[in-house]
């Protein structure tokens, strides 16, 4: 079974849609499917797929033990797609105790029947949400590019290192014991430069450097650009990518790029996926090319991909944002000659993504502030 935990360092990426919808494009090739919602704090991929009045979902398991976790599973209507709902209206759904996750976690990996399984991750960092994404090697990272978004999709990465590094390392190690000083540190742990911390960790405590190789091996989490505007946007990648390789010691393979639509606005007020409702939108097009590479990879147990092929994947995307774009303005240019498009829509479209780029603005001019006032209370330290 291919597992694909999809997971954001923010809200607001449109993580949910992109599992959602690549769920079903999984199915429709054939895959036998589950979608899991692990966002169990606030779980809402229900509505997402247009299903109504959820009977049950993973609280369910917790709070009636005699419940066989496979009778949670909910067939959709869409062939070879499972559904597992999340539980938000249980208290403390979104704090699992350690037991607990480990048996959800053991329960999702023993599915039967199932060649695929979709797990959306609640936004953020939390230790839970970071220990279900490396139930994969190859998890799925959405972000946009606004610069909070990246930033917040590398501090995703970093601290699913963080995790690797605490998991590898041998309880009364050297390791151990210097990771956990810097833990209490707080501030140090996010200063940590990895790669001179593992050169250490080689020279004093050989044998946890040896486990961290090992368990770090196979990692290799790919990025999902959402909610592009411009070809562009995607070079953004490229700070992702090189910040990865060069603080965190791995690299990133780009598994594509999605255009705003202001389709997915109406499909999801018509409670369906917009993989459902406009097969042909451009946003549809790209989940379906996004699942054909994740097909065309099979590779749960292999290693990372060399540099040329992850260089590939990168170039690909750049390509792929160009013609999408070319796509996109046709398309827009065909609704407006039929009449499905007034000008009076497309004004109101621009309106509002200026107004939303305005708040980006100031959102980033706040950003540097804070940057420069660090800066400078540094330099007086």
Sequence with gaps: MQIIPIASGKGGVGKSLVAANLAIALAQAGKRVVLADLDLGGSNLHLI???????????????????????????????????????????????????????????????????VLVVDLGAGTSTNTVDFFLMSSQ???????????????????????????????????????????LVAGGTALQKLYIPKFLEKVKEKDPKSWKAYQSAS?????????????????????DKV?????????????????????????????????????????VLSQAIYRIADKIISFEREEAGPLDFQTLE?????AVLEAESDFETKMSYLQDLLQTGALSMGDLMETVKTQQFEINQLKKENNLLKSKIVKALQAGVKM
């Design 241 to 281: 990518r090189r910040s990865c390789r060069e603080y965190l010691g791995f690299d990133l393979e780009h598994l594509g790029v999605i255009y705003r639509d202001e389709l997915q606005d109406i499909a999801l007020s018509s409670r369906l996926p917009i993989i459902l409702y406009k097969p042909q939108a």
């Design 139 to 181: 998890g799925i990272i959405i972000t946009t590019p606004t610069l909070t978004a990246t930033l917040n999709a590398y501090f995703f990465l970093k601290n699913a290192v963080f995790r690797i590094l605490e998991t590898s390392f041998a309880k009364g190690s050297w390791s151990e014991i210097q990771f956990h000083k």
């Design 49 to 115: 797929l247009g299903i109504r009045g959820i009977p049950y979902g993973i609280g369910t398991f917790f709070h009636s033990p005699n419940t066989p976790f496979a009778n949670l599973l909910l067939e959709t209507d869409v062939e070879n797609l499972r559904f597992l709902p999340g539980d938000s209206e249980i208290p403390g759904m979104a704090n699992l105790k350690v037991q607990q996750k480990r048996s959800l976690i053991r329960n999702l990996m023993a599915l039967e029947e199932t060649d």
């Design 217 to 237: 091996s196979h990692f290799q989490p790919r990025l999902v650009f959402n909610l592009i505007e411009d070809p562009k946007d995607v070079e953004k990648a």
């Design 312 to 316: 590939e994947t990168h170039q690909t």
